[in-house]
């Protein structure tokens, strides 16, 4: 059945993407890596402003930035009129590392990429839209 080939698939590529993501990323982690383009992005951002990206809750938001500031990742402040309000800000390291991790994944999806010709890349990626209803 197309289905169960497609799901057979789909877990071997999602699965080696992933095994490869963590290993070259090592010591930064996909979720770190994912708060920092956010960050890239926003910043600053309050913890809670990270809920609406991360599929997580509050208290492991809490977990990975206690863990992104102890590795010099990230900074949090406390808000000049506000003292309840927590800013978080990329740090330096936190810069560089989110360039080395995007620079990691995009080698990783273009080896991957590079299996088949440009023509049918354009293909998937259409295809994968309209899988994904974009």
């Known amino acids: 059945m197309l289905t169960d080939e497609f799901t057979r698939l789909w877990t071997k590529l999602s699965r080696e993407w992933k095994n490869n993501l963590e290993q070259s990323l090592a010591p930064l982690t996909e ?3 994912n708060v ?4 890239m992005q926003h910043q600053p951002m309050k913890p809670s ?3 609406q990206y991360l ?4 208290a492991a938001i809490t977990t990975l930035l206690d863990r ?3 590795n010099e990742l990230i900074e949090r402040t ?10 978080v ?3 330096e390291k936190g810069k560089a590392e989110t360039e080395r991790g995007t620079a990691i994944r995009t080698e990783i999806m273009e080896m991957s990429l590079d299996r088949i010709s440009s023509h049918n890349q354009q293909l998937l990626v259409y295809l994968l839209g309209k899988v994904a209803n974009l």
Not at 55 to 58: E, I, K, Q, V, Y
Not at 78 to 87: F, K, L, Y
């Open 89 to 91: 800000n990329l740090s």
């Open 49 to 51: 402003d990270l809920l």
């Open 78 to 87: 406390r808000d000049d009129n506000d003292r309840r309000i927590v800013w």
């Open 36 to 39: 920092l383009e956010l960050l």
């Open 55 to 58: 599929s997580t809750t509050p």
């Open 68 to 70: 992104m500031e102890r």
């Open 31 to 33: 979720g770190q890596l």
